[in-house]
Nanobody
Framework: QMQLIESGGGLVQPGGSLTLSCTAS????????MGWYRQAPGKHRDFVAR??????????YNKDTVKGRFTISRDNTKNTAYLQMTDLRPEDTAVYYC????????????????WGDGTQVTVSS
């Protein structure tokens, strides 16, 4: 099994910002598309965003929840993906999971193959 390691979670006030990091092995990072999911208490995991491992497809976001507030990026020199979160709201409170997977169907679908253990993000005054 391969492991993804998230970090950067914590307590943030509403309207604040936070950046999550996800470090993967070189073999994973060089061949997989990195992404983020989240799971709020009592709910299932929801898609947040995905990046790319090449220049074919643009990053994609869950436009109903985070579009315009979150930004996903990759640093290939560090084998690390980031999720920059701004204008955080209480409803953003969740465990955030880093993923590594594949883009299918000409960019329509994203299929995670590996999951991190998650990092807690709490937005509260």
């Amino acid at each position: 099994q391969m492991q993804l390691i998230e970090s950067g979670g914590g307590l943030v006030q509403p309207g604040g910002s936070l950046t999550l990091s996800c470090t993967a092995s070189e073999s994973i990072f060089s061949t997989k598309v990195m992404g983020w999911y989240r799971q709020a208490p009592g709910k299932h995991r929801d898609f947040v965003a995905r990046s790319t491992s090449d220049t074919i497809f643009e990053p994609q976001y869950n436009k109903d929840t985070v579009k315009g507030r979150f930004t996903i990026s990759r640093d290939n020199t560090k084998n690390t993906a980031y999720l920059q979160m701004t204008d955080l709201r209480p409803e953003d409170t969740a465990v955030y999971y880093c993923t590594a997977g594949r883009i299918l169907g000409g960019g329509v679908a994203y299929a995670p193959d590996y999951w991190g253990d998650g990092t807690q993000v709490t937005v509260s005054s």
